[in-house]
């Protein structure tokens, strides 16, 4: 376990039934633990420093941590949970460090697990999806990405072909069309004042689909659960991705890059559930491949609203998305 002090909080006696909350529930991962989900953090902050974007992500997974293990847990006795540690970023060197998490993913998928990852900045999702591209290798399986966020992330690559916070779906593209396959990437919650007509063409040309942050309302879920169903029955695995900035800077202001607008947490939230029932929940036949919450910065979260938030996600993504068989 990377750190057990912080899997810690109240204790419930004497109620009746199921009274636990993570701290209780939560066991440390070794190869051969079995199905369930393992939360692995990536304390990483070095994409959003090459990124321009304030520092302070690296922080991110412990932060979460500390608040989601005094939740109530609702998974039961058949849903595990394990801690499966930290990749940490030594300095500059992010491709090492994403080559780490992408190893560290392959393996938990090998054990059955669904990794649930806490950043650190978007350049998680590059890493993560090393991993679930190698693991998705011998079956040829499709991937594709849905994330939530404000931005594109398909910035170009730095000179010398280094990544940042804002590249990591430009990268995961280049690897579909290396592999022959169509890019399949799905953004919900886009602001368009936050991304340049450049962005929008790149977009447009790799065959991104996105839905912009005005139309994110929680009557407008039913019609685009249509758009999201059609993207989830194109492929076999899917790299969920959450990004902290997608939602209003007043409700999310410890991120890197703060949103004008951003979209409610409710349509986030069921927008989650969906993805869960449309995927299939449990490790048998479901396209889940990952979930990963990115761009938690405590030093900019002194009232703690951002965190607690994150834990809500990572609450909903571990029990919307996987129930044990």
């Not at 801690?83 to 992408?102: F, K, P, Y």
């Not at 393996?107 to 999702?125: F, K, S, Y």
């Not at 139309?215 to 492929?235: G, K, M, R, T």
Request: charged share 20%.
């Amino acid at each position: 376990m990377s750190d057990s002090s912080v899997w810690t909080g109240r204790v419930d006696t004497g109620d009746d039934g199921d009274a636990r909350r993570w701290h209780q529930v939560v066991r440390p991962w070794q190869p051969g633990s079995g199905p369930g989900i393992a939360i692995a953090g990536f304390a990483c902050d070095a994409g959003v420093v090459r990124n321009q974007g304030r520092p302070g992500a690296a922080a991110g997974p412990i932060a979460i941590r500390r608040v989601l293990a005094n939740l109530a847990w609702h998974g039961g006795n058949q849903l595990r949970l394990f801690e499966a540690g930290d990749v940490a970023c030594d300095g500059d060197q992010l491709e090492a460090a994403q080559r780490a998490l992408g190893a560290r993913v392959q393996a938990l998928l090998a054990d059955g697990q669904l990794p649930l990852l806490l950043g650190g900045g978007h350049e998680i999702a590059w890493g993560s999806y090393q991993g679930l591209a190698a693991h998705c290798a011998a079956g040829k399986e499709r991937i594709g990405a849905i994330n939530f966020d404000a931005h594109f992330d398909l910035r170009p690559l730095l000179p010398g072909e280094r990544g940042s916070s804002g590249t990591p779906f430009r990268q995961v593209a280049g690897h579909m069309s290396t592999a022959g396959q169509p890019v399949r990437y799905l953004c919900i919650g886009l602001a368009r004042p936050t991304n340049t007509q450049a962005l929008f063409k790149t977009a447009t040309e790799l065959g991104v689909r996105w839905i912009e942050d005005l139309d994110c309302q929680l009557a407008n879920l039913p019609a685009h659960l249509s758009i999201i169903e059609e993207f989830i029955a194109s492929v076999d695995r899917i790299q969920l991705s959450v990004c902290l900035d997608v939602f209003p800077a007043g409700l999310a202001p410890g991120v890197s890059a703060p949103a004008a607008l951003g979209i409610p947490p409710a349509y986030v939230l069921a927008a989650i559930r969906a993805i869960g029932r449309i995927a299939g929940r449990g490790s048998a036949g479901s396209k889940l491949g990952l979930a990963e919450i990115a761009e938690l910065c405590p030093v900019h979260d002194s009232a703690g609203a951002t965190v607690r938030l994150a834990a809500r996600i990572a609450f909903e993504l571990a029990h919307s998305l996987y129930r044990a068989p």
